[in-house]
């Protein structure tokens, strides 16, 4: 609880959190107006959503994560989060444990306020987003958020560095699934992470825009896809911070 | 109290730490004394748990560091002052480091105000000088009035004013019956401040006493004698030899005489007279002995011919 409540004093202490979460506000907005306002969109409020958090959001998820987590090497502040914490494993547990509840509004936030903003400006041709499919899509959009950081959490730890665990997870979201694709394993591409995430966010059997096929699960199915890369992070994470010196 | 039991750090081939044995006493101050890459800032990295040792053992009131329930209240550590976000204030940087142990908040401020930094407090660390981010991580140190205290060369970076405060510091630490292990890799400044010393070089114990045992084990001091005639030379150094003298003769019309008091060589120069040219007692300093134990173990020496000697 004392290394939880020190991680929190640290996350709301630094700049970069604010920037970070400033951006994000100021690009789903942006993206969300524009999107709602092109006379060629047939998306719905809800999807214009799970777009924003894909191509923008998520990017500064893990720019946040990686920066509370994988910057205190960078910075050797790293030493001191030990000395004061040197049970290393609450180290980990406390960044997660800060880094998720605020992810989670992050996105549940963000989702909403895409949903807002574009609904009173999409034309008629697009099918309204009911209050039910708002709040759902909201709702998933924040459990990827959380889920995201968690997995940045276990990633920076392992990797020691920002540059390393922003290569290794924007690999994994962005490049994976273009390679996957084009050598056929198209029924894989639901089990990388970027994909379930947007997956959990779109629905069972909706058309999944990036795998093309209607996606192949329910949203608890999704985050169990997503929590099952969270586990092998944090556990890649945990084995290097007990062996290695800091 | 720190104890330590054989403590062991390799890094592949290279030993950094070499079966190091021996204990810090509380209500006085241990200077930590070696030169640099001696592997001081290695044990007490060891000693607080950041670096896992190869074997051995380092225990803080006779339990591993992370085995202590609330770490910061029995342990203050300075380290490296700069391991901070340099984005972070002062302020905030103490308050987090206070939540981490569940010391209370109010002591953050009453800190700051001991080591000077009020100011300063809602600086960022990144904009501080060498000496006020030293002030900074002593006031980390003392946060949670710990019993047990460990400075790595805590002077380094302060103004002379500095300097005063952090020697009276540590004296007044080990008064009220804290345990303080101060590192240095100068022996002058041990002298002002240690009770006892603990020197290493390259990883190996070299010497464990109080500090009054230490300088009269190591600061030899010897007469030297000048006279013009090689003849005379021959014949005083022999008289002393004689009456228990250890006597070189390291140079031209000089000789070095060692376990025998001034008044009794100039006697003796005098009851077979011989010419002088010189006669003065000479007392290596501390300084003098802490180099020649630990010349053998410089980690980083410049060897003798590239200094022309």
């Known amino acids: ?246 | 109290m720190i104890t330590l039991r054989s403590l062991t750090k390799r890094y592949g081939a290279k030993t950094v730490v070499d079966d190091l044995t021996f204990d810090v006493e509380p209500g006085t101050v241990t200077g930590f004394l070696g030169p640099n890459g001696a592997g001081k800032s290695t044990t007490m990295r060891m000693v607080l748990g950041l670096d896992h040792p190869t074997s051995g053992l380092a225990l803080v009131g006779g339990r591993p560091y992370a085995e202590l329930p609330h770490p910061l209240r029995q342990v203050g550590a300075l380290l490296d002052a700069k391991a901070l976000h340099p984005g972070r204030t002062a302020e905030k940087n103490l308050l987090a480091m206070a939540r981490s142990n569940d010391i209370p908040d109010r002591r953050v401020g009453e800190l700051l105000e001991q080591v000077g930094l009020t100011e300063a407090a809602r600086k960022r660390t990144g904009a501080f000088s060498l000496g006020m981010s030293q002030r900074l991580g002593i006031a980390g140190a003392l946060l949670g009035d710990p019993k047990v205290l460990m400075f790595d060369e805590p002077v380094n970076g302060l103004d002379p004013d500095g300097v005063l405060w952090v020697r009276g510091l540590m004296r007044s630490l080990a008064a009220e019956g804290r345990t303080v292990l101060v590192s240095s890799h100068l022996m002058s400044e041990m002298q002002l401040t240690a009770d006892r010393l603990v020197v290493i070089g390259k990883g190996r114990l070299l010497a464990d006493a109080p500090i009054e045992e230490f300088i009269a084990n190591n600061s030899v001091s010897a007469v030297h004698v000048r006279l013009p005639d090689a003849g005379d030379r021959r014949v005083l150094a022999e008289r002393l030899r004689r009456d228990g003298a250890e006597v070189e003769l390291p140079s031209d019309g000089e000789l070095v005489v060692r376990d025998m008091p001034v008044e009794r060589v100039g006697d003796a120069a005098h009851a077979l007279g011989v010419r002088l040219h010189g006669l003065s007692p000479r007392t290596a300093s501390l300084e003098q002995a802490y180099l020649e134990l630990t010349a053998s173990a410089v980690e980083y020496g410049v060897s003798e011919r590239a200094l022309g000697v």
């Open chain 1, 1 to 246: 609880m004392a290394a939880t409540h020190a991680e929190w004093t640290k996350l709301w202490s630094v700049r970069s959190t604010w920037w970070c979460l400033g951006s994000a506000v100021v690009l789903m907005a942006g993206q969300a107006g524009l999107t709602a306002i092109s006379e060629s969109t047939d998306l719905p409020a809800s999807r214009i959503a799970v777009d924003g958090v894909f191509y923008l959001v998520q990017f500064v998820v893990l720019a946040l994560a990686a920066l509370f987590v994988a910057g205190e090497y960078a910075t050797g502040s790293i030493r001191s989060t030990l000395q004061w914490v040197p049970v290393r494993r609450r180290v980990l547990v406390a960044k997660c444990a800060v880094l998720a509840p605020t992810l989670f509004v992050l996105g549940v936030v963000l989702a909403a306020l895409a949903i807002a903003v574009s609904v009173p400006l999409l034309n008629d041709r697009v099918p309204d987003t009911s209050i039910g499919e708002a709040v759902r899509t909201a709702l998933a959009a924040g459990a990827y958020c959380a889920l995201l950081g968690m997995f940045t959490v276990g990633v920076s730890v392992a990797l020691r560095s920002v540059a390393g665990a922003l290569t290794v997870t924007f690999l994994l979201l962005l490049v994976a699934p273009l390679l996957l694709g084009g050598m056929g394993l198209v029924a894989a591409l639901d089990y990388l992470p970027g994909i379930a995430g947007v997956n959990v966010m779109l629905g069972e059997g909706e058309p999944s825009p990036l795998s093309g096929n209607p996606v192949p699960y329910n949203e608890f199915a999704g985050i169990g896809v997503l929590a099952g890369w969270v586990v092998a992070a944090l556990a890649a994470g945990d084995a290097v911070l007990r062996r290695r010196d800091a």
